[in-house]
């Protein structure tokens, strides 16, 4: 049985449907906070979770018995400004109370994401490398950079196979993100088919890394049945997509709907966080431990989402 957590949000409704197209619905078992009403996660097996009710979470740990975990509950980058301490202890204590079942219960392989969100503003900017200066400056960011020091050392204390992707910002068609600073990238897609324009609240210029849904979830699942002797990396791997702009995307989207317009706010808290954050990444360690590769670019993203989401 795999049991996925936090399967109501962005990556977990996609995670939940690959897996279960993969295994069989009734090998995965869905769990969130709340029950789900997404037409292709309702049905399966499903679990109420609340990652910080440690007993509640024994007990699911219990009744399946997982034998693999993948933890995608968290508070993400804009909302964390917002409620800090709520963020650092959902992301902080939801994972301790995951990875102490996942020993306690021999769960064989739990999956947890980083992001790029741990680096910071004297990290390198351009291809930024596995091991650099981090010094993330949202609570997101450093609840992350603590996650990983905490994973690396489970499987080095504990010798639980737990393995982690740094995701850049991500972007699908089939569930909404939420809370994040690279959600413009995906509200864009909505706004420019319901109204032909889209007000963003990063800035024209500002280049961050991103990856096409699809990309993402091939990435986890080839990290995750990769043998471990492979991986040299456990804290989370750095994984790279496409880096764009505001600007970039809208010219690519404009390409479809010619008279789509961007504007641009200014002054948003999510600027600055975005500018905080690399503008790309370096991936060559996950290239060269489980021979990751990139399929989608911005210009096949911009094809399928909208082609998705007409
Ligand atoms: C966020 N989507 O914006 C997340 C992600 C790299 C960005 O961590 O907070």
Redesign the pocket.
């Known amino acids: 049985k795999i049991l996925v957590i936090g399967a109501n949000g962005?990556i977990g409704t996609e995670l939940v449907v690959n897996l279960r197209g993969r295994f069989g619905e009734e090998a995965v078992i869905a769990s969130d906070i709340h029950a789900s009403d997404h037409h292709l996660i309702k049905d399966g097996p499903f679990e109420l979770i609340n990652v910080l009710d440690k007993n509640a979470l024994e007990a699911v740990f219990e009744k399946h018995s997982p034998t693999q975990v993948y933890l995608l509950a968290a508070i993400?980058?804009?909302?964390?400004e917002k409620h800090p301490k709520m963020a650092w202890d959902l992301n902080m204590t939801g994972l301790l109370n995951v990875l102490d079942l996942a020993v306690k219960y021999k769960t064989n392989k739990v999956f947890w994401?980083s992001?790029?969100?741990v680096f910071g503003p004297h990290s390198p900017r351009e291809n930024t490398p596995q091991f650099c200066i981090m010094d993330p400056n949202?609570v997101?960011?450093f609840s992350?950079l603590a996650g990983e020091r905490w994973c690396e050392y489970y499987y080095l204390k504990h010798g639980l196979d737990v393995r982690s992707l740094?995701?850049?910002?991500?972007i699908g068609w089939r569930s909404d993100?939420g809370?994040?600073?690279?959600?413009y990238a995906v509200n864009i897609f909505h706004e420019a088919l319901a109204h032909n324009k889209y007000e963003s609240f990063l800035s024209a210029g500002t280049a961050?890394?991103?990856m096409y849904m699809h990309d993402a979830i091939r990435a986890t699942l080839e990290l995750m049945d990769a043998p471990a002797y492979k991986l040299s990396i456990r804290s989370s791997y750095n994984l790279a997509g496409i880096s764009f702009t505001p600007e970039q995307l809208s010219a690519e989207i404009k390409k479809h709907l010619p008279g789509f317009e961007i504007t641009y706010a200014n002054n948003d808290p999510?600027q600055a966080?975005a500018e905080s954050?690399p503008k790309s990444i370096d991936d060559k360690k996950a290239q060269e431990d489980w021979g990751w590769k990139i399929k989608y670019d911005l210009v096949a993203m911009t094809e399928d989402m909208l082609a998705n989401l007409k």
């Not at 740094?166 to 991500?170: C, H, I, K, S, V």
């Not at 809370?179 to 959600?183: A, I, L």
């Open positions: 962005q993400l980058s804009a909302t964390g994401p992001s790029i969100a949202t997101y960011g992350k740094r995701y850049p910002g991500l993100p809370g994040g600073t690279t959600d961050l890394p991103m999510r966080i954050w």
